[in-house]
């Protein structure tokens, strides 16, 4: 079954909605007017209930099916879509672009939200299903585990969520097209701070200092080796740092350093083993040129892995909206991450890319959500709600 006509003639508004929410991006926690305005849209569209300050700025709403209206039985499946923005100063010259220096949209929650605002306008119209679709709009994916904090805040107990969705828009993927895989999609993403002390001195006698620029740039190039000798070569591991902070003038040697990086994983197995070597690479290759180190390891979010089942059913959904040769089941991983990895580990659940088409990459200053994705997103929430609440 292809686009839902319903749909089709709200793209206009809901790509207003998203337009709207591009135009005042808001970070992390801080989603207040995003917040709101779901809130004020899904109290006018009609749900059972709206409740707001879930995981502090979350908002949840649920849609009954005809048959369960009023009484809360049946079935509960969860719908999930971000809200919050990026640091990042807009570069897209769009008319509705950022109106806030040093924020944007450009990671497409924006998009996310208003698709699933569309969907949640359309089911608690028709109710075409029996049990409940709990819509799930979450702040702080970017960095803030809000996912975690929504959990927290007794988003699966509280709403009875029995299984969970979610969805996110993919630039290089072909327009109304959709791609997922089981098991691991998306990678752990762990926080590396390496703490260096040396000795400084004058940069004309090194040799009564302890370089710690010279330590930096050893312990970088040793770590290199964890991914190439340390995990099996069948396996996927990444380990970036990505600042390195020393010193301060060309003649003096700096005293310390500090550096900082990731890393990813798609098991718990090779996520312990870049943990463990890189405490010892760290350490011992510091203690080898005479300075000391310490390693602040801190685990960040947790692979995202795809239920079988779930899966399954979320490709047969999007084959009905895309059609049979637009989805691909067989999507390559990604060593980036997500946070929708704490809800697929409280229930069952799948993620899915949806085609952005040939748009700037996500978290790029000229990126911007593709609104002719809006009626194939909508869709497929909607055909997955109707679907896996049939009675």
């Known amino acids: 079954m292809p686009i839902v006509n319903r749909i089709a003639d709200l793209h206009a508004e809901?790509?207003?909605?998203?337009?709207?929410?591009?135009?005042?991006?808001?970070?992390?926690?801080?989603?207040?007017?995003?917040?709101?305005?779901?809130?004020?849209?899904?109290?006018?569209?009609?749900?059972?209930?709206?409740?707001?300050?879930?995981?502090?700025?979350?908002?949840?709403?649920?849609?009954?099916?005809?048959?369960?209206?009023?009484?809360?039985?049946?079935?509960?499946?969860?719908?999930?879509?971000?809200?919050?923005?990026?640091?990042?100063?807009?570069?897209?010259?769009?008319?509705?672009?950022?109106?806030?220096?040093?924020?944007?949209?450009?990671?497409?929650?924006?998009?996310h939200t208003a698709m699933l605002l569309g969907a949640a306008k359309y089911l608690a119209?028709?109710?075409?299903?029996?049990?409940?679709?709990?819509?799930?709009?979450?702040?702080?994916?970017?960095?803030?585990?809000?996912?975690?904090?929504?959990?927290?805040?007794?988003?699966?107990?509280?709403?009875?969520?029995?299984?969970?969705?979610?969805?996110?828009?993919?630039?290089?993927?072909?327009?109304?097209?959709?791609?997922?895989?089981?098991?691991?999609?998306?990678?752990?993403?762990?926080?590396?701070?390496?703490?260096?002390?040396?000795?400084?001195?004058?940069?004309?006698?090194?040799?009564?200092?302890?370089?710690?620029?010279?330590?930096?740039?050893?312990?970088?190039?040793?770590l290199q080796s964890i991914v190439a000798r340390n995990v099996d070569p069948l396996e996927a591991a990444v380990v970036s740092i990505c600042a390195f902070q020393a010193g301060h003038t060309d003649n003096v040697i700096p005293q310390q350093a500090v550096l900082r990086g990731t890393a990813r994983a798609f098991s718990t197995e090779v996520r312990d083993t870049l943990r463990k070597r890189i405490n010892e690479v760290v350490e011992g290759t510091a203690r080898l040129y005479g300075a000391t180190a310490k390693v602040i390891y801190t685990n960040g979010y947790p692979v995202v892995v795809n239920h079988d089942a779930q899966t399954e059913f979320a490709a047969r959904i999007a084959r009905e909206v895309a059609g049979k040769d637009k989805?691909?089941?067989?999507?390559?991983?990604?060593?980036?991450?997500?946070?929708?990895?704490?809800?697929?580990?409280?229930?069952?659940?799948?993620?899915?890319?949806?085609?952005?088409?040939?748009?700037?990459?996500l978290h790029h200053p000229a990126y911007n959500f593709n609104d002719e994705a809006i009626p194939v997103g909508t869709s497929y929430w909607v055909r997955l709600a109707e679907t896996a609440l049939a009675g």
């Open 125 to 222: 119209e028709t109710r075409n299903f029996a049990g409940t679709a709990v819509v799930i709009f979450q702040p702080a994916e970017e960095g803030g585990a809000g996912a975690q904090a929504m959990i927290e805040d007794g988003l699966i107990t509280r709403f009875g969520i029995e299984e969970v969705y979610g969805m996110h828009n993919c630039p290089g993927l072909p327009l109304g097209s959709f791609a997922t895989r089981p098991g691991p999609i998306m990678a752990s993403a762990d926080h590396i701070t390496i703490e260096l002390e040396g000795k400084g001195g004058h940069a004309a006698r090194p040799h009564l200092a302890v370089d710690t620029l010279l330590v930096g740039a050893q312990i970088v190039t040793q």
């Open 14 to 111: 809901i790509t207003a909605w998203r337009q709207d929410i591009h135009a005042h991006p808001e970070l992390r926690y801080d989603v207040h007017r995003t917040a709101a305005l779901v809130t004020e849209k899904l109290k006018s569209f009609g749900c059972d209930d709206v409740v707001p300050g879930i995981g502090k700025t979350g908002v949840v709403g649920l849609i009954r099916g005809r048959k369960d209206a009023g009484k809360g039985g049946g079935k509960v499946v969860g719908l999930r879509a971000d809200m919050d923005a990026l640091p990042l100063e807009e570069e897209t010259g769009l008319p509705y672009q950022s109106t806030i220096p040093g924020k944007m949209h450009a990671c497409g929650h924006d998009g």
């Open 327 to 361: 989805v691909d089941v067989e999507f390559r991983p990604r060593m980036t991450a997500e946070d929708f990895s704490f809800m697929l580990n409280e229930r069952p659940g799948a993620f899915i890319w949806i085609g952005n088409g040939d748009s700037a990459g």
